[in-house]
């Protein structure tokens, strides 16, 4: 008797698990895990809307003709030659760091490449970040002139910062750890803080130094400037996509790493058609001879050996926009390989 009440236990309980699974199946089947919302539409539309900074030199910035160049900007590139074979089919979206978020969630772009710091915050509250393109940090500018050599020197002094960015954030904690006065002077416009920056209305002017050193080179003395010594914070700078599109999310990602794989592997712009000979099986999936990798994002197998082609690696890209040899001259640093000793990893592509 026993036996058998411990028996119709257990057959109930496999019963209860049966139904459970086959619920879950069925909600799963209702609902892809990997929806290609984005991906499709932008393929229907045949041109990748782009959010980017609305200029900043070495990152985004147009010239005269509307032509876009810079590292934000390669990227959106990269991402227009993975699905078109085509890094001008891109429609630039020139949006500010107040209004890029709203933006994005808007829907108005299918991706943010806009020097945008990832955090918590807002990774929860307004898309999925898909990587690091530019490691950075908050540093401060000032005239040679004011004789401040130390952001420590900075003790009430008047401040150029963006309102509703993590620079103004970053600044009240170094201000309040270092039992210093703040004294910010706000704006929400570069262009508006830089020409007050450089009328003398501030002291210094703050954010990524990365940015620093690109404002520099549109002053009216840029020798005449310099940017201090103190990195103040982390600013993981990366690109950005609707939260929700796994799919569209791989696209950019793996863009992203394709660069990097590219730059550590030896292939460039220059020998990418040669790679496809090369015996090394990384390289050969890096170029589409071997594997599926295109047909598992719903691209051409081709899609790394299209990006490199029409855009280059990330090294490339980095000497060509941002590099000791352009008039911003950052050294790689820790935007270096890691086999340099920098940060940049990007996973296989396998």
Same mark, same amino acid.
């Given at each position: 008797?026993?036996?058998?009440?411990?028996?119709?236990?257990?057959?109930?309980?496999?019963?209860?698990?049966?139904?459970?699974?086959?619920?879950?199946?069925?909600?799963?089947?209702?609902?892809?895990?990997?929806?290609?919302?984005?991906?499709?539409?932008?393929?229907?539309?045949?041109?990748?809307?782009?959010?980017?900074?609305?200029?900043?030199?070495?990152?985004?910035?147009?010239?005269?003709?509307?032509?876009?160049?810079?590292?934000?900007?390669?990227?959106?590139?990269?991402?227009?030659?993975?699905?078109?074979?085509?890094?001008?089919?891109?429609?630039?979206?020139?949006?500010?760091?107040?209004?890029?978020?709203?933006?994005?969630?808007?829907?108005?772009?299918?991706?943010?490449?806009?020097?945008?710091?990832?955090?918590?915050?807002?990774?929860?509250?307004?898309?999925?970040?898909?990587?690091?393109n530019f490691y950075d940090g908050q540093g401060f500018m000032v005239s040679k002139r004011s004789g401040i050599r130390s952001a420590l020197e900075l003790d009430n002094?008047?401040?150029?910062?963006?309102?509703?960015?993590?620079?103004?954030?970053?600044?009240?904690?170094?201000?309040?750890?270092?039992?210093?006065?703040?004294?910010?002077?706000?704006?929400?416009?570069?262009?508006?803080?830089?020409?007050?920056?450089?009328?003398?209305?501030?002291?210094?002017?703050?954010?990524?130094?990365?940015?620093?050193?690109?404002?520099?080179?549109?002053?009216?003395?840029?020798?005449?400037?310099?940017? $201090?010594?103190?990195?103040?914070?982390?600013?993981?700078?990366?690109?950005?996509?609707?939260? !929700? #599109? =796994?799919?569209?999310? &791989? %696209?950019?990602?793996?863009?992203?790493?394709?660069?990097?794989?590219?730059?550590?592997?030896?292939?460039?712009?220059?020998?990418?058609?040669?790679?496809?000979?090369?015996?090394?099986?990384?390289?050969?999936?890096?170029?589409?001879?071997?594997?599926?990798?295109?047909?598992?994002?719903? $691209?051409?197998?081709?899609?790394?050996?299209?990006?490199?082609?029409?855009?280059?690696?990330? !090294? #490339? =890209?980095?000497?060509? &926009? %941002?590099?000791?040899?352009?008039?911003?001259?950052?050294?790689?640093?820790?935007?270096?390989?890691?086999?340099?000793?920098?940060?940049?990893?990007?996973?296989?592509?396998?």
């Amino acid at each position: 008797m026993n036996w058998q009440n411990n028996n119709n236990k257990r057959t109930f309980v496999r019963v209860k698990y049966l139904s459970i699974v086959a619920l879950v199946t069925a909600v799963l089947g209702a609902a892809p895990l990997a929806s290609a919302a984005i991906l499709d539409d932008v393929k229907k539309r045949g041109v990748l809307r782009c959010g980017v900074n609305s200029g900043l030199v070495g990152f985004a910035n147009a010239n005269s003709l509307g032509q876009y160049s810079g590292l934000d900007v390669d990227l959106c590139q990269a991402v227009a030659s993975a699905i078109f074979n085509d890094p001008e089919a891109v429609e630039y979206v020139p949006v500010t760091a107040t209004t890029r978020f709203d933006a994005l969630i808007a829907g108005q772009f299918d991706m943010l490449s806009r020097n945008t710091t990832w955090t918590l915050s807002r990774n929860t509250s307004f898309g999925d970040f898909v990587g690091v393109n530019f490691y950075d940090g908050q540093g401060f500018m000032v005239s040679k002139r004011s004789g401040i050599r130390s952001a420590l020197e900075l003790d009430n002094a008047p401040i150029c910062v963006k309102r509703d960015t993590t620079t103004e954030l970053n600044a009240v904690d170094f201000f309040k750890v270092s039992n210093m006065r703040y004294r910010p002077v706000y704006f929400e416009d570069d262009a508006v803080l830089k020409a007050a920056y450089d009328e003398g209305k501030c002291v210094a002017m703050t954010t990524d130094r990365s940015g620093l050193a690109a404002q520099r080179t549109t002053l009216a003395e840029p020798a005449a400037h310099v940017v $201090l010594p103190e990195v103040i914070s982390k600013e993981p700078l990366g690109p950005m996509v609707p939260a !929700g #599109e =796994s799919a569209w999310a &791989n %696209v950019v990602r793996w863009s992203l790493n394709c660069m990097i794989n590219a730059e550590e592997m030896g292939v460039t712009s220059a020998n990418v058609a040669k790679a496809a000979d090369s015996s090394l099986p990384a390289v050969q999936r890096l170029v589409g001879v071997d594997g599926d990798s295109g047909e598992l994002m719903g $691209l051409s197998n081709k899609w790394c050996a299209n990006i490199i082609s029409h855009v280059g690696n990330y !090294g #490339e =890209s980095y000497d060509r &926009n %941002v590099g000791p040899d352009t008039p911003i001259g950052l050294e790689r640093g820790v935007n270096g390989l890691w086999t340099n000793g920098g940060l940049l990893y990007a996973p296989p592509i396998r």
